[in-house]
T-cell receptor
Framework: DTAVSQTPKYLVTQMGNDKSIKCEQNLGHDTMYWYKQDSKKFLKIMFSYNNKELIINETVPNRFSPKSPDKAHLNLHINSLELGDSAVYFC?????????????FGSGTQLSVL | AQKVTQAQTEISVVEKEDVTLDCVYETRDTTYYLFWYKQPPSGELVFLIRRNSFDEQNEISGRYSWNFQKSTSSFNFTITASQVVDSAVYFCALYNFNKFYFGSGTKLNVKP
């Protein structure tokens, strides 16, 4: 019974392609996030959604477009992939925005752009 | 500005040694929360502890203990009698203004 599940776990693709990563949480949380972890392990927030509404949009290229069809799902679509997009992308959820509740993370999607 | 610094990039110890992971944070707010997460080689991040800024009491959980000192803006993590399974990257994080700010992580290698 995985709390936050994201697919795929590995994604290898060519530059210029478009790809999506899916995330689902079964915790009943209101808030979901996308984080990017670079090769130096640095974790940076990309987006945050609260009950399908965009709350945080850090300075992320608009090639990245999150979509939240319902509060249990937050997908990430990336257009025109670039070499610098190679990283591990983590989905996470928390009870609600502003509640300082702990984050529950998915197992990550390792994206390699060739 | 909010910032978390983990100055130790990588630490190697031999099993059964004690090890302390340092975390220093910056914030101008008086209300904030501090976290530690563990990222084992399998990749997922696992929550270890949360501490709010009004509670400076140290905490012990088994072999893990945390020392929170507001005077030095530090929230250090000690593992007593380390084990090989403790090998992981450990992240300190600050929650403030609806965002989490993560440190760059400390990689801990525990050798048998």
């Amino acid at each position: 019974d995985t709390a936050v599940s994201q697919t795929p776990k590995y994604l290898v693709t060519q530059m210029g392609n478009d790809k999506s990563i899916k995330c689902e949480q079964n915790l009943g949380h209101d808030t979901m996030y996308w984080y990017k972890q670079d090769s130096k392990k640095f974790l940076k927030i990309m987006f945050s959604y609260n009950n399908k509404e965009l709350i945080i949009n850090e300075t992320v290229p608009n090639r990245f477009s999150p979509k939240s069809p319902d509060k249990a799902h937050l997908n990430l679509h990336i257009n025109s992939l670039e070499l610098g997009d190679s990283a591990v992308y983590f989905c996470a959820s928390s009870l609600q925005t502003g509640s300082r509740e702990k984050l529950f993370f998915g197992s990550g999607t390792q994206l390699s752009v060739l | 500005a909010q910032k978390v610094t983990q100055a130790q990039t990588e630490i190697s110890v031999v099993e059964k040694e004690d090890v302390t992971l340092d975390c220093v944070y910056e914030t101008r707010d008086t209300t904030y929360y501090l976290f530690w997460y563990k990222q084992p080689p399998s990749g997922e991040l696992v929550f270890l502890i949360r501490r709010n800024s009004f509670d400076e009491q140290n905490e012990i959980s088994g072999r893990y203990s945390w020392n929170f000192q507001k005077s030095t803006s530090s929230f250090n993590f000690t593992i007593t009698a380390s084990q090989v399974v403790d090998s992981a990257v450990y992240f300190c994080a600050l929650y403030n203004f609806n965002k989490f700010y993560f440190g760059s992580g400390t990689k801990l290698n525990v050798k048998p």
